[in-house]
Every structure is written in C-alpha cells, then in structure tokens.
C-alpha cells in the first residue's frame, strides 16, 4: 500500500512500522512498531515513540512528541501555534521566521479518544484518556480522564475499570 503514500527520505523509521494508504510523513520520527492509519500527516519535527497506534485521518503536526505505547483516536488533530495567521501586517506571506512553534507532549500509554483537538503547549500526562471529541485547553494529569469542551477531568482511570455496583451499575 506505500505506493499511495509519500514518506519523505528524512523520516526516521523504526522497525517493524505499519504504515496503511494515503499518508504523508516528512522530517519526523517514528518508533518501532508503530502503527499509522490510512490519511495521516504527521510533520517535521514531530515524534510518534514505539508501540503506539495513530488512527486515520490524524493530524500531528510539528512540535508534538507522542511516547510510547500511546493511543491516537481517529481524527485527532493537534495544534501547534496559539494565534495563526497567514500574512503579516503588512500583507506579506508568513515564513518559519514569522512565528513560533509551541510544543506539546503526550506522555507514556496515554490516549486520545476520536475527534479531539489538543491545543498547543500542553502535557498530556502518562496513562490519561481524553474522552472523544474533547477539546484540550490545559495540562491533563497523570492518570485521569478528561472529556469536553473544554476538557476537564471526569475521574481517575482506576475508577473507570472497576466494575459497576449497585442497581444498575450506580455507584454507592
């Protein structure tokens, strides 16, 4: 299936990488064992660690670091400048020069459910799970679970696995 993808000679490609359709990589880096999903760009400067699965139709752009065993939903697109534009003041085209890339980190076996949009210059903290949909603004602890709009933190990721009690699965 590489035959409709365009993976650019300065990608750094671990072992073992799957890597589905209609994908664009350039300057990054991918660990081993990685999965990508068919319609992903991942850009220059950004890092996807070993063991991850990064779903179709994601954006990562510059500035991201992504550790290892992380999960990315479908659809999830970070951010990496705070206040885009196109053109300077005087109208003309913005360059590199013109702007700053603010980076953003998603630690270790985190997650990141389908549809979210992770702002810039935030740390998604080591086994967290962003609800789908989300929209994350701020740091999300270790941990946790974060779902919305903005993301605020719904409970601990223990208390998401235990199993229901009571009536109808309500908690006493």
């Given at each position: 299936?590489?035959?409709?993808?365009?993976?650019?000679?300065?990608?750094?490609?671990?072992?073992?990488?799957?890597?589905?359709?209609?994908?664009?990589?350039?300057?990054?880096?991918?660990?081993?064992?990685?999965?990508?999903?068919?319609?992903?760009?991942?850009?220059?400067?950004?890092?996807?660690?070993?063991?991850?699965?990064?779903?179709?139709?994601?954006?990562?752009?510059?500035?991201?670091?992504?550790?290892?065993?992380?999960?990315?939903?479908?659809?999830?697109?970070?951010?990496?400048?705070?206040?885009?534009?196109?053109?300077?003041?005087?109208?003309?085209?913005?360059?590199?020069?013109?702007?700053?890339?603010?980076?953003?980190?998603?630690?270790?076996?985190?997650?990141?459910?389908?549809?979210?949009?992770?702002?810039?210059?935030?740390?998604?903290?080591?086994?967290?799970v962003v609800g789908a949909g989300s929209v994350v603004t701020k740091d999300v602890p270790a941990g946790v679970i974060v779902a919305g709009n903005p993301a605020r933190i719904i409970r601990?990721?223990?208390?998401?696995?235990?199993?229901?009690?009571?009536?109808?699965?309500?908690?006493?």
């Amino acid at each position: 299936m590489l035959e409709f993808c365009r993976i650019a000679p300065d990608v750094k490609m671990g072992k073992d990488v799957t890597i589905h359709g209609f994908v664009n990589l350039y300057g990054c880096e991918i660990g081993d064992g990685t999965k990508i999903g068919t319609f992903v760009e991942i850009q220059r400067n950004a890092r996807v660690g070993a063991r991850c699965k990064v779903s179709s139709h994601t954006f990562i752009c510059e500035g991201v670091t992504i550790e290892d065993e992380c999960f990315i939903g479908h659809g999830v697109v970070f951010i990496n400048d705070l206040y885009p534009r196109a053109t300077n003041r005087d109208g003309t085209m913005q360059t590199p020069k013109d702007w700053e890339v603010v980076p953003t980190l998603v630690k270790r076996r985190a997650s990141i459910g389908s549809g979210s949009t992770i702002l810039c210059g935030v740390t998604i903290g080591e086994d967290s799970v962003v609800g789908a949909g989300s929209v994350v603004t701020k740091d999300v602890p270790a941990g946790v679970i974060v779902a919305g709009n903005p993301a605020r933190i719904i409970r601990k990721v223990q208390d998401a696995r235990r199993p229901p009690s009571g009536p109808m699965g309500i908690r006493a």
